[in-house]
């Protein structure tokens, strides 16, 4: 079966406390499967958690709380690491950014999720990023939450 994809948005929503956490955790509950991530999002997550505690946007301590919980529900299956070939997925980026970036003002690392999901053929990617996800409908993916 295609993996359901989500991307750094969705995580930190997830993991941490934002606008979208209630929305993230109640799509999460919905699933019915596990979540799917590859190297790249893993990456982008942690940075992005201890990022928002050097800017004091969360305290240190809940930055490692989140990251702990991340780790844990990778461990118990909740979340699955998806291979995909790195170059693949950087072709497929360097397509999507030729096409889409000059309108759309991509950010590279959103481009990678979203090359990544089509690479991996997923049934749907999850994102509250609205420009990410203009750009994922755009590259013919399902998109939610």
């Known amino acids: 079966m295609s993996p ?7 995580f930190f929503a997830l993991y941490g406390q934002d606008v979208h956490t209630a929305a ?7 699933l019915g499967s596990f979540l799917s991530l590859t190297i790249l999002q893993r990456y982008e997550l942690g940075n992005a958690v ?8 969360i305290p240190a301590k809940d930055a490692a709380s989140i ?5 844990s529900d990778l461990k118990a299956g909740f979340l699955v690491m998806a291979h995909c070939d790195l170059e693949e997925v950087v072709l497929e980026a360097q397509r999507l950014s030729a096409i ?9 690392f959103d481009i990678l ?9 997923a049934r749907e990617f999850l994102t509250f ?7 994922a409908k755009a590259a013919g993916l399902v998109t939610g939450p």
């Open 113 to 121: 999720h979203v090359a990544s999901a089509r690479v991996l053929k």
């Open 67 to 71: 990251l702990t919980a991340f780790e």
């Open 50 to 57: 201890r990022f928002a505690a050097f800017r004091g946007v």
């Open 129 to 135: 990023d609205a420009n990410q996800r203009r750009l």
């Open 4 to 10: 359901i994809l989500a991307d750094t948005s969705f």
């Open 100 to 108: 889409h970036t000059l309108e759309g003002g991509h950010r590279s």
């Open 24 to 30: 993230a955790k109640a799509r999460a509950a919905r």
